[in-house]
């Protein structure tokens, strides 16, 4: 490194050095007082808030999060269920930030923090409002060099702070939607049946012993059964089930969807149609307590839906009338969603019959 390049690296890292320590005590910082909160009034009424908006540099709401008697809600997925935990961690640590340290009171040293007004050409941080709340709007901007505490200000002040913690606030709505669809494994599921839309059909069934294999059933003659883990991926289709978007299903499902049926132990029918649209892979539930349907009857949708509402009257046995039930609960919270999946957990659940199967050896005689 020449002589000259190195006195020019050590001018201009005292430049950086002097600028950080001018944004952090520009001329009217002082010595002043920190206060104890950065929001002193939220905790009084944070256990009361019923709406926050998320703002993203632009000025759109990108997030409205609004609960009701149940749970959080997010207004851009159509109502869709909020991730409880994530709005609880959000709203505590906006009512227990505090603040380190006193930063800059000058607009045109906003932008080196990121608390920029949101409406700005070149802003990057996110604005917190908190509609029909006496509590002041929050812009959040960059976390400091030490990864221990964000940036921000208060909308309606010039002064900036350093907070005491670091304060993530996603602006896409799908980073805050309760991502859980449902966790049943296979040990838990008797009967799975995948019909296609051209009448092919696969039944498997986990048998009843210590290991809960996966059977392959009407295996044809001449064939093996594959590789386990193939059926297994199958009859796993609801453990740890995630979506990766949601939005309202509109009736009916499309004719090219492959339609999956499990069947609990317990008797719970989860009927899963699932197909390919957009470039994105789909899947709607519908849920019933019936016997469970043959192979023909996977084919209407009105066979696997239908339900008895009179027998929990009608000399259902208590065992019985709790599966009821908990299918119409379950049912009630599934079935007005089209849950988008991913790639992977769609190909599992449309394997065909000859995925399933030992590949075929090749002949490698003549024919006569």
Known sequence: MSRNRYFFLI???????????????????GDRELPERLLPGLAAVVNELDSLDLVAPGGEVTVSLRRDDERWRVAQRDGYEAEFAQVLDLLRALAEAGVAEAKTARPSWYGELGVQDLSEPDATGRRIDFPD?????????????????????RADEERSWLLDRVIEVPVDPVSWLEPGIMDIPS????????????????????????????????????????????????ANGLRGLNL???????????????????????GLNFVADV?????????????????????????????????DESGLESGLQPDEGRRLADA?????????????????????????????LEPLEEDQGTPE
């Open 244 to 266: 990766e978007d949601v939005r309202r299903f509109e009736s009916p499902a499309p004719d090219e969807a492959v339609r999956v049926l499990f069947r609990t132990i317990d």
């Open 328 to 356: 119409v609960a379950i049912e009630a919270r599934l079935s007005p969603w089209l849950f988008q999946i991913q790639e992977r957990r769609y190909s599992d659940l449309t394997q065909r019959m000859d995925d399933l």
């Open 11 to 29: 001018a201009l890292t005292l430049l950086v050095a002097v600028l950080v320590i001018l944004i952090g005590r520009s001329p009217d910082s």
């Open 275 to 307: 197909f390919e649209r957009d470039e994105a892979y789909w899947m709607h539930f519908t849920v019933s307590a019936e016997n469970v349907p043959t192979a023909a009857e996977v084919e209407s949708p009105d066979a696997l839906g239908e339900e």
């Open 133 to 153: 709340r006496d509590v002041a709007s929050i812009i959040i901007g960059q976390t400091d060099p030490s990864g221990e505490g964000s940036y921000a200000r």
């Open 187 to 234: 040990e838990e599921i008797s009967e799975i049946i995948v019909r296609h839309p051209d009448g092919e059909t696969v039944r498997l069934r986990v048998a009843e012993d210590d290991d809960r294999s996966v059977v392959l059933m009407g295996v044809p003659d001449g064939r093996e059964p594959g590789p386990m883990f193939k059926r297994n991926a199958l």
